[in-house]
């Protein structure tokens, strides 16, 4: 009885197996460009652009459109279909039905509305190959098209540094390259790329590395913060000692945001060598004495008689 459960068990796995495969249709791949698209328009504007969609399978497959508003958490995005915003400004799209590997062009519109409020507005068009809403049996595959959208008038900027630092909050280090991280916290009604450098300088104000901020241009959207990407300072420079950092930023019209870091810069074969050198220091009195300590003793004893020859 025994020897007949892995055979019924194997049955009964490649039934549930055959059964889904028959329930679940294929799951198609999509992918949507630009991925980003930044416009600017007036309160009563029509925007006209484009956007690609390409069929990355090896079947024909249909592709829906749909459109969501977005935020940023801590750098995530979080999309939401609430009413009245930049959504509902872009008119629904057809699907489109692409043969294997085909590429197809779609035209899409943005109609801001008179009355649409000043700074930034932000949408993903997604296309998918179900329809929004859909409940089925399927794997759904989904790529959008991100919209930034700054509509004119009293644009209010401001920004600020939450915090800076090495990564995971490190002040030793061996030597380079060492990673730091700023969070930028937006506190006005567009978005914002604060770029710029972070450089590393010596006691003296001496340049040892410099690397480039935020050199992709990532956006910290308004009343949100978000964790740049990572910078590194790398270099083959002998560095010892104590070291600032000091981050200078751009955003905006020109307005600048700064931050300042003082990290050590301590390699092994420099503690060898202080480890040496203390060592050599705390010993030198105590050799000295015991030097001195010596002389006195030699020169304290009475010089031996001298022997006389004998004469034969």
């Given amino acids: 009885m025994t020897a007949r459960i892995p055979l019924v068990l194997f049955v009964a796995f490649s039934s549930a197996a055959a059964i889904a495969a028959a329930l679940v249709p294929y799951a198609h791949a999509v992918t949507v460009g630009p991925a980003k698209l930044e416009v600017a328009a007036d309160p009563g504007d029509t925007i006209r652009g484009e956007l690609f969609v390409i069929n990355e399978t090896d079947a024909a497959a249909t592709f829906h459109a749909s459109v969501q508003q977005f935020t940023e958490v801590e750098g995530n995005k979080v999309f939401n279909d609430e009413e009245g915003g930049i959504a509902s400004w872009i008119p629904p799209l057809a699907p489109v039905t692409l ?32 329809p929004k809403g859909t409940r089925q049996l399927s794997v759904v595959t989904r790529a959008g098209a991100l919209v930034y959208l700054t509509v004119s008038g009293e644009a209010r900027r401001s920004a600020q540094i939450v915090s800076f630092g090495a990564e995971g909050g490190g002040r030793f280090f061996r030597g380079l390259p060492v990673r730091f991280e700023v969070l930028i916290k937006n506190e006005g009604n567009v978005y914002e790329k604060p770029m710029g450098t972070l450089t590393l300088t010596n006691l003296f104000g001496g340049e040892s590395a410099r690397a480039k901020v935020n050199e992709s241009g990532s956006q910290v959207l308004p009343r949100s913060q978000k964790t740049l990407p990572t910078i590194e300072l790398a270099g083959d420079r002998f560095l010892f000692g104590p070291y600032r950092a000091n981050l200078d930023l751009v955003y905006g019209d020109g307005a600048h945001l700064g931050a300042r870091k003082w990290i050590w810069v301590v390699p092994l074969t420099g503690v060898l060598w202080m480890s040496a050198i203390i060592l050599l220091l705390a010993g030198a009195p105590f050799g000295i004495k015991k030097y001195n300590a010596w002389v006195l003793r030699r020169a304290s004893q009475p010089d031996p008689p001298k022997r006389r020859r004998s004469l034969r």
């Fill in 99 to 130: 043969a294997p590997g085909a590429q197809q062009t779609v035209p899409f519109t943005i109609r801001v509305p008179e009355n649409a409020p000043p700074g930034g507005h932000f949408a993903v068009i997604w296309w998918s190959s179900a």
